[in-house]
């Protein structure tokens, strides 16, 4: 069983950077397609950024251009290195990743609130 475990979230002004790491447990990941998605307050989870096992890298419209997503291996982690911070981008951001037909294992969350 492989738990994910995001981090690297907190609050910052708009305008401002932030690094979301995410790690694995459990057993040995490789390279799954990845992505990261994101909740915000009273709205429906969105997709963010992924990462697929060839590395290519797809991005939601939003975050094009400020967010870059990235992939350390051999021992699992992703990173979603977000720049030029706004406002939109406060929610809880989770990991996940797809080992079956979907994306099937997510972390808990880690929080990003951007201030004015």
């Known amino acids: 069983q492989v738990q994910l475990v995001e981090s690297g979230g907190g609050t910052v002004q708009a305008g401002g950077s932030l690094r979301l790491s995410c790690t694995a447990s459990?057993?040995?990941?490789?390279?799954?397609?990845t992505a990261w998605f994101r909740q915000a307050p009273g709205k429906e989870r969105e997709f963010v950024a992924r990462i697929t096992p060839g590395r290519e890298k797809v991005y939601a419209d939003s975050v094009k251009g400020r967010f870059t997503i990235s992939r350390e291996i051999p021992k699992f982690t992703v990173f979603l290195q977000m720049n030029d911070l706004q406002i939109d981008d406060t929610a809880v951001y989770y990991c996940?990743?797809?080992?079956?037909?979907?994306?099937?294992?997510w972390g808990q969350g880690t929080r990003v609130t951007v201030s004015s």
């Open positions: 459990g057993r040995t990941l490789g390279t799954p397609d």
């Open positions: 996940a990743v797809r080992l079956g037909g979907t994306f099937d294992t």
